[in-house]
């Protein structure tokens, strides 16, 4: 990967791949508990942007073990000029359509239908603007409100220092975001999620890098707890097909509503790192 990055982008984009770090160790840490030699496989990919110029890339990471039945995590720095349409669409590319972007995705599908799934992204992303977005949000396909509410509690914390109200306004967005219409019902048990937090200067940029940072160390910190607290609970066959059918409104919204999807789509990603969320067992009736 040869594109330039100016140090602001070099330190978001190391960030990510430490996240990346972190949070793929904690969870092999998790298939070890549970008896499990599973490993995640990273499988780095290169995008051509499309003048044939290098167009970065990044790298795809995939476990499937006894726990986590299918986890991705993600990350990718690319760069290179969108689409006259699909630059149309985007924050700050109307009138120029060169762009850079830097991030983390991850989507955590389970082996047993009490531990929820996962979502989790936050990026950097650069046109004529600079802003950070991303978010979290918990799928239980058997929901538990101890569950919800401990998530929702290390989030509103990391949300803390930044106002009083920023978690109850992102948390209000991910419940509007992360909505399937064509169903009538919320995807999962909500987080929170953010866009557009712009850098307009250094002391910006600052403030929305260290809240990125902070919704990443949140994730990291409850998540294996919920994990844990499930994991080894009985379920049956009922409950397993109860969570295939769930699966199946997952991977309708992921291929029907989600903007990151279709970012990817549009901009020559790699296609397995972008179809990572879609889970790997699903139902439909």
């Known amino acids: 990967m040869t594109i330039t990055l100016n140090p602001q982008q070099q ?6 791949e430490s996240l990346r770090t972190q949070i793929c160790d904690a969870f092999v840490a998790i298939e070890r508990e549970a008896g499990s030699n599973a ?3 990273f499988m780095p990919w290169d995008r051509t942007d499309h003048d044939g110029s ?6 795809r990471g995939v476990m499937k073990g ?13 760069g290179g000029a969108f689409n006259p349409e699909f630059a149309q669409s985007i924050h700050g590319a109307q009138d120029d359509p060169n762009f850079f972007a830097t991030g983390i995705s991850l989507v955590a599908h389970m ?5 929820p799934a996962v979502h989790m992204n936050t990026r950097l992303l650069t046109t004529t603007k ?3 977005g991303g978010g979290a949000d918990l799928n239980p396909p058997i929901a538990y409100n101890e569950d919800t509410d401990d998530f929702h509690a290390r989030l509103r914390a990391a949300c803390a220092p930044y106002g009083p109200d ?4 992102y948390k209000a967005w991910a419940d509007e975001y992360f909505y399937i219409p064509h169903r009538g019902m919320h995807r999962g048990v909500g987080g929170i999620f953010y866009d557009h937090l712009e850098n307009e ?3 910006l940029f600052d403030r929305n890098f260290a809240f990125t940072r902070d919704v990443g160390a949140a994730f990291l910190d409850i998540f294996p707890k919920l994990v844990r607290r499930r994991m080894n609970r009985s379920f049956t066959a009922e409950e397993k097909h109860q969570q295939r059918i769930w699966r199946g409104r997952y991977a309708e919204f992921n291929l029907i509503y989600d903007r990151g999807t279709l970012f990817g789509l549009k901009t020559g990603g790699n296609i397995d790192a972008i179809l990572m969320s879609l889970p790997p067992d699903v139902a439909w009736d």
């Open 11 to 16: 330190a978001a984009r190391e960030w990510f």
């Open 39 to 41: 490993i995640f496989q």
């Open 54 to 59: 290098d167009g970065g890339g990044g790298v």
């Open 66 to 78: 006894k726990i986590f039945e299918k986890v991705g995590v993600n990350v990718s720095t690319v």
């Open 111 to 115: 082996a047993n239908p009490h531990v």
């Open 130 to 132: 600079s802003w950070f």
């Open 166 to 169: 920023i978690y109850e306004r």
């Open 201 to 203: 200067s250094d002391a």
